[in-house]
């Protein structure tokens, strides 16, 4: 049997395929942005690096937080605020608790794309505090 990472693999490289294409949109459209008033240099890769990274990551953190079971609750609320306006059929959770067990058990097997993420909005980061020590080292 095949282990979970390797089972996972395919989402993980879509979901870190995804969060480049992202970023580097991201960064182009800052970098080209605030070229007019900083110029190409140094310290507008660094800017734009940063303000990726922290993006990224915070998405990533978000995507933590929701893995979680933060946000359970507002889900369960308009499933069954759906449930009783525009459905025949009563749902299927009467009750929050089993609602939330439910949801566990299913995320206890899915992916954690949330690392993935979070990794390369730590990786985008370390680039802008690299930049950051080169253009610091030139003046």
Partial sequence: ??????KDLKYYLI????TLGFSIGLFCLFFFLRAANFGYGLLNWQDCLMIVGITIFCVGALMWVGHEGFFDIFAYGFKQLGGAMFAKNATAYNDFPGYKEDKKVKRASSPKLF??????????????????LIFKSQS
């Fill in 115 to 132: 690392a993935v993420v979070m990794i390369i909005g730590a990786a985008i980061l370390l680039a802008a505090l690299l930049v950051y």
């Fill in 15 to 18: 979901a870190g395929a995804i």
């Fill in 1 to 6: 049997m095949k282990s979970k990472f390797r």
